[in-house]
């Protein structure tokens, strides 16, 4: 009987962000993308990371990492990773490129990488594994079929069938046919995000009709444009529309910068040099001859847009003959933010161009039309919906029911998920932690008792007690000195640290009398006191800190 091949989900299935997989067989590991999810309201997070504990566990069995293409929710948990292990990475070259320059952005030891072209076919740990083009919202996005005791696995990586991509490379769907109609396709693993939206996404190359007639709208004006870095085809089509209207480009961003380079080094992005312009030669363009495109467009607080729009950006200072054009989807989560990007270069006299008034925007993630080509084409035996919120995977599971499969063929996942294919098909092997693991700028965890106190001094504030009690004569040395901030307006806080004070001083004063000498005993005492008042009389509960001292 062939072996068992075992998959573990460590995220990306229940959320958007931190997709992370491993595939096992004879013992033997490779891993699939290794993702950070991006924090949404967690107080001094940088990054929400899958749980790495079972891969730490099993570092040793590991025989690489398959990369499927350059996106933060694919990338961005390597170099967490690889403080503690090593391992070969594979992926496409502008895949690798961005991953080493996050990895040495990060000062984490380079492993090998190893380059994968399309088409390409690869012995990786224990499967033959052959790699094919997608479209999607970053170039050279790889689908991985990996060959396995039990089969091909087909994982779709994030994808879209955009029949015109402006680099003309689409996603290979008659080599997935060729093989259906061979030994055929055992098990999917597909893209989910788009699954609840009818119809098709639309191709990248309706973008740039739209950004050329925003240029002719705004002639003589300085169109300045934010995209995401890594989004090469778009930053191409705003450069072609730059160029169409006789405008020089200024690429500002610190990661806009490094992957417009990398980009053009490996022939993906085409921007003649001397339409290129630097940051010293804006003053000395007109604001008709030149086109800004810049990191930010998803109100990101230290990117190059908010600090326009905060008036702090060193080279660009907005004004009302300026037009800034959105050329990205809010990312569900930051939106408020983008609304207040929106106002704050609004209020400095800028014109602001939206994906809500015209399609300067596409989605890079297939919609139900194009996922129902891939099940068509890959007729897979079974199916696990995987990448995408909950609702997504939902849907995407109808989908797949709608288009004929049996039910007994999907497995329905969830991050921590093992699942075991096998003889007789798939089924639940365990769970594994699906924790999110927070960690700040330096990598350092952050708990989740840390975030929870961070929540609540942020809306309650906090108060100290300190208390000095004199042992010796019965009494306390000195009435207790109180701090607070961010419970009560600081015009009104004198008034408020007395008060405390009088109520502990009362109540620590009679146990004390009584022969009370125990630290922690007076501390509970005085957060008892404090606490009736401060909610009694204002409602709040900021975080109390009772120190207490006997001399
Ligand atoms: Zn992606
Ligand atoms: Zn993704």
Not at 90 to 105: E, H, I, N, Q, W
Not at 297 to 311: C, I
Request: with cysteine.
């Amino acid at each position: 009987m062939p072996a068992p091949v075992d998959l573990t989900f460590l995220g990306g299935l229940g959320e958007i962000g931190r997709n992370c997989a491993a595939l096992e067989a004879q013992g033997r590991i490779v891993m699939l993308d290794c993702g950070q999810l991006f924090p949404d309201d967690l107080p001094g997070v940088d990054a929400v990371l899958p749980d790495f504990t079972w891969l730490r566990e099993r570092a040793d069995r590991i025989d690489g990492c398959v990369i499927t293409h350059a996106h933060e929710d694919h990338i961005g948990g390597l170099p967490y990773l690889l403080r503690e292990m090593s391992f070969p990475i594979y992926g496409s070259p502008f895949t690798l490129g961005m991953v080493r320059a996050k990895l040495k952005g990060a000062r984490v030891p380079v492993p090998e990488l190893v380059e994968l072209h399309d088409h390409d076919r690869r012995r990786i740990g224990p499967f033959d594994c052959e790699f094919l083009p997608v479209t999607h919202s970053t170039p050279s996005g790889l689908m991985t079929l990996f060959g396995t005791p039990q089969g091909l696995i087909l994982h779709s990586s994030d994808f879209k069938l955009d029949p015109t991509p402006v680099d003309g490379r689409v996603t290979d769907l008659p080599r997935l046919r060729e093989l259906a109609a061979g030994d055929g396709i055992r098990l999917l693993l597909a893209d989910s995000t788009n699954a609840g939206t009818a119809g098709a996404t639309g191709s990248e190359s309706e973008i740039g009709p739209v950004l050329r007639q925003v240029f002719e709208d705004n002639v003589g004006r300085r169109i300045i444009v934010g995209a995401f870095s890594s989004h090469v085809h778009r930053i191409q089509q705003i450069a072609d529309a730059a160029a169409g209207s006789g405008r020089r480009l200024v690429v500002l961003g610190p990661s806009m910068v490094r992957n417009v380079t990398l980009a053009r080094d490996l022939g993906l992005l085409r921007i003649p040099e001397r339409m290129l312009a630097t940051e010293d030669e804006l003053a000395d363009l007109g604001p008709g001859r030149v086109c800004v495109v810049c990191t930010g467009s998803q109100g990101e607080p230290r990117a190059a847009l908010a600090l326009m729009a905060q008036g702090r950006h060193r080279c660009v200072t907005i004004c009302d003959s300026d037009t800034v054009v959105f050329s990205s989807h809010p990312i569900p989560g930051n939106e408020s933010g983008i609304g207040r990007l929106h106002n704050a270069l609004a209020r400095r006299g800028a014109q602001l161009v939206h994906s809500r008034q015209i399609g300067v925007h596409t989605s890079g993630h297939g919609s139900a039309d194009e996922l129902l080509a891939l099940h068509d084409a890959a007729d897979p035996a079974l199916f696990i919906p995987v990448h995408g919120e909950y609702s997504h995977l939902v849907a995407h599971h109808e989908l797949a029911l709608g288009r004929g499969m049996r039910a007994d063929r999907v497995l329905r996942c969830t991050d921590g998920d093992r699942v075991r294919l096998d003889d007789d098909g798939l089924r639940h092997l365990g769970r594994v932690s699906d924790r999110y693991v927070m960690v700040d700028e330096a990598g350092r965890p952050v708990s989740d008792d840390l975030v929870e106190e961070r929540r609540g001094l942020s809306g309650e504030g906090f108060v100290v007690v300190r208390v000095v009690v004199d042992g010796r004569k019965g009494r306390l040395a000195e009435p207790p000195f109180v701090e607070t901030r961010g419970w009560v307006d600081p015009s009104e806080r004198d008034e408020w640290c007395t008060a405390v004070s009088e109520v502990v001083a009362k109540a620590l004063s009679s146990a004390v009398a009584d022969g009370e000498r125990d630290t922690k005993e007076l501390g509970r005492l005085a957060r008892r006191a404090t606490g009736r008042l401060v909610s009694k009389r204002t409602g709040r509960r900021p975080a109390l800190v009772p120190v207490v001292e006997v001399r």
